[in-house]
């Protein structure tokens, strides 16, 4: 049975989630982030270190693992409908909690890409199962309250986990890496204590909630000849080149601009990550309805287009001063664009979505931003580090996903 939010919500209950399975969620994702943070600050520093893995084949194995994983989340939401999500979840967490403590044995680019290949795919399988559980457990209006919530706790643990990590690079040890990679296995302990605290969905099926046979359900549609999900897909995944541009190549592209400060390059990702945090609460009631998810994402692909232009006109000034608050400004203004984004396509991918079919709905839409990880890293990385125009591709990319996503949202059913 799914729930609804009564009554007015506490600060708690905005950034933890509230009482009941929305918190424990919203725990479960900080827990899970914790662990993700100290794990991807420590892989590369141990693999080129300790396990004579080149930068080179670190790169590939990720994108070789990346591409192989491709297809996890709609695998998983077809067994989430089958099943029920908190089944696929647990089993997610607990086969990601062996896997991860067996990096402690890694000592060759075989024995990487081997585990890389497994637990790429569940960790994108995780996703769409904690994901599918929150649409099913929860009435429309009150998803998006909730899932802000998670990604606030989600957004915590993983600067937490980033913070944590640099404990153990200050040893610098194997033996102090082989330990932070046992202590994010044994976190998944606790992930999974709390996932134990969760009642079960039940599946889509004939039988209604009070047990009672009930008809047989209409057939539903696939989400691969639904021409509305799909377009909404392809918007999302334009949009979502917002979530490379921060990660992989801001940092890069700061390294390349010789007279662009690039001490700032934490300052400003600590920025986006406490802003975030604040955000993603305060923004999540102004997006419940088709009708503000579209406001949003207008607003969204404004404050991307802002973004890129104001990196733009950062590269081409010689003014060390005017570059820092340009630099300041954009990541503001990206960091606002990829908020309010998220917000606005969760309510759409779901609202959009049949109950009957959500796990593989899901599972669709998620193929977009897998599609974009793969391809998205090379492909802005060579444009942005070759010429400052390459913020330009990011313009037309955002500005264009915004309007897909629009066209998606505002056709009649």
């Known amino acids: 049975m799914s729930e609804s939010i009564a009554g007015k919500l506490t600060l708690t209950d905005r950034y933890v989630g509230p009482r009941g399975p929305g918190r424990t969620i919203a725990v479960a994702g900080f827990v899970d982030m914790l662990g993700v943070g100290l794990h991807l600050?420590?892989?590369?520093?141990?693999?080129?270190?300790?396990?004579?893995?080149?930068?080179?084949?670190?790169?590939?194995?990720?994108?070789?693992?990346?591409?192989?994983?491709?297809?996890?989340?709609?695998?998983?939401?077809?067994?989430?409908?089958?099943?029920?999500?908190?089944?696929?979840?647990?089993?997610?967490?607990?086969?990601?909690?062996?896997?991860?403590?067996?990096?402690?044995?890694?000592?060759?680019?075989?024995?990487?890409?081997?585990?890389?290949?497994?637990?790429?795919?569940?960790?994108?399988?995780?996703?769409?199962?904690?994901?599918?559980?929150?649409?099913?457990?929860?009435?429309?209006?009150?998803?998006?309250?909730?899932?802000?919530?998670?990604?606030?706790?989600?957004?915590?643990?993983?600067?937490?986990?980033?913070?944590?990590?640099?404990?153990?690079?200050?040893?610098?040890?194997?033996?102090?890496?082989?330990?932070?990679?046992?202590?994010?296995?044994?976190?998944f302990l606790l992930l999974l204590g709390a996932l134990s605290r969760l009642p079960a969905v039940l599946p889509p099926g004939p039988d209604s909630p009070s047990g009672a046979p009930a008809e047989a359900p209409p057939a539903t549609r696939s989400p691969w000849t639904d021409r509305r999900y799909l377009t909404l897909t392809l918007g999302d995944a334009l949009m979502s080149v917002h979530t490379t541009v921060l990660f992989i190549v801001f940092p890069l592209w700061m390294a390349a601009q010789p007279h662009l400060p690039t001490e700032l390059v934490g300052v400003l990702l600590a920025l986006n990550s406490v802003a975030t945090v604040l955000l993603q609460p305060l923004l999540s009631e102004h997006g419940v309805g088709l009708r503000n998810a579209a406001r949003l994402i207008r607003l969204a692909g404004l404050s991307l287009v802002a973004a890129g232009a104001l990196f733009w006109a950062a590269s081409l000034t010689d003014a060390r001063l005017i570059a820092i608050v340009?630099?300041?400004?954009?990541?503001?203004?990206?960091?606002?664009?990829?908020?309010?984004?998220?917000?606005?396509?969760?309510?759409?991918?779901?609202?959009?979505?049949?109950?009957?079919?959500?796990?593989?709905?899901?599972?669709?839409f998620n193929l977009g931003d897998a599609a974009q990880r793969v391809v998205g890293p090379y492909a802005l990385t060579a444009l942005l580090v070759a010429s400052p125009a390459g913020w330009g591709a990011f313009i037309v990319l955002t500005g264009l996903g915004s309007a897909v996503v629009l066209r998606s949202i505002g056709e009649k059913r």
């Open 41 to 187: 600050s420590l892989l590369p520093l141990f693999l080129v270190t300790f396990a004579g893995v080149t930068p080179a084949q670190v790169g590939l194995v990720v994108s070789v693992s990346g591409a192989a994983a491709f297809l996890a989340p709609y695998l998983a939401g077809h067994i989430s409908d089958r099943v029920g999500p908190l089944p696929v979840w647990r089993v997610a967490v607990a086969l990601r909690m062996v896997g991860y403590g067996l990096f402690i044995f890694i000592d060759s680019v075989w024995s990487y890409g081997l585990l890389a290949l497994i637990l790429t795919p569940l960790d994108r399988a995780t996703g769409n199962a904690q994901l599918s559980y929150l649409i099913a457990k929860f009435d429309p209006d009150a998803r998006n309250v909730t899932m802000a919530a998670v990604r606030s706790c989600r957004n915590a643990g993983l600067s937490i986990g980033l913070l944590v990590s640099s404990v153990f690079i200050a040893v610098g040890s194997k033996q102090a890496y082989q330990a932070a990679f046992l202590v994010n296995a044994l976190s």
């Open 326 to 364: 340009l630099l300041v400004l954009a990541m503001l203004s990206l960091t606002l664009g990829e908020n309010v984004h998220e917000v606005a396509v969760f309510e759409a991918c779901h609202r959009l979505a049949p109950d009957a079919a959500m796990g593989r709905y899901l599972g669709v």
